[in-house]
């Protein structure tokens, strides 16, 4: 009957884009029982001995894993192996027993808008506080350990910047657009495009730009005028007329 397992390795974190030089220690695996017997390590698994092969090794007499290479957490964040311990007969000495190594995230990614530009129409007249659009960007890195992925919004920059320089504002979180400022007037501006920057690390980090055009839609808002040179036209068509 085997003994209860007399090893225990505690989660591998390793942070992706290392600079070598490689192989690179990780953690040494060793069993109690080595006191007694000889110990030959191994492990299977991803990374190992399945795709992708050979991006972790171990010293088969010291246990000692190793990494060969840099590794990218967009393309594999976790890696699940096995360790193995043999006597030099190969006589397994302890239940095969789980490796997961976790690839810790680097600021590596830039932000990227959803849209190349985003449209969105708000009715003239609207009033401070009135939501127009909502724009997107993703971050292909951590947002949930780190801030690595986590976007903040702004605006650049307004055209045509009437009658106020800054007639828009958005939520620096979620991307949403509002109107801050009154004066929208079709007849007067009958289009917006701001540039917008979607910035990682929370409005620290690495930035990439887009844009929004906002149309401005029209309200009925004029009343109905005469044409002088019309109604001048027909009133003298209706004096003729009348004299006859």
């Known amino acids: 009957k085997r003994q209860k ?3 225990v390795i505690p989660p591998i974190r390793v942070p992706e884009n290392e600079r070598g030089p490689f192989p690179k220690k990780l953690v040494q695996i060793k069993s109690n029982r080595d006191k007694t017997t000889k110990i030959f390590y191994s492990i299977t698994g991803q990374g190992a001995d399945m795709p992708p092969e050979g991006v972790f090794t ?3 007499e010291t246990g000692w894993m190793k990494v060969t290479q840099p590794l990218d957490r967009e393309a594999i964040d976790k890696y699940h192996l096995l360790s ?3 006597s030099e007969n190969g006589k ?9 190594v976790t690839v810790t995230d680097q600021n590596d990614n830039k932000p990227q808008f959803t849209q190349e530009v985003f449209r969105g129409s708000v009715m003239e007249g609207a009033t401070p506080g009135t939501s127009v659009m909502e724009v997107t960007a993703t971050d292909a890195d951590d947002a949930l ?3 690595n992925g986590v976007v903040a919004y702004s605006i ?3 055209v045509p910047a009437e009658p106020e320089k800054q007639m828009f504002a958005i939520n620096r979180g979620t991307g949403v657009i509002s109107v801050i400022a009154s004066g929208l007037d079709r007849e007067r501006v009958q289009e917006y495009t701001l540039v917008l920057e979607a910035t990682d690390l929370d409005g620290k980090g690495l930035t990439t730009r887009g844009s929004a055009v906002i149309k401005i839609d029209d309200a009925n808002d004029n009343a109905p005028q005469f044409s002088p040179s019309v109604l001048d036209s ?6 003729a007329s009348t004299l006859k």
């Open 84 to 86: 193995h311990a043999v």
């Open 5 to 7: 397992r007399d090893w």
């Open 58 to 60: 171990i010293e088969k």
């Open 234 to 239: 027909n009133c003298t068509a209706l004096g």
């Open 156 to 158: 650049v920059s307004q």
């Open 145 to 147: 350990e780190s801030y």
């Open 92 to 100: 397994p000495l302890e239940e095969p027993m789980d490796i997961i």
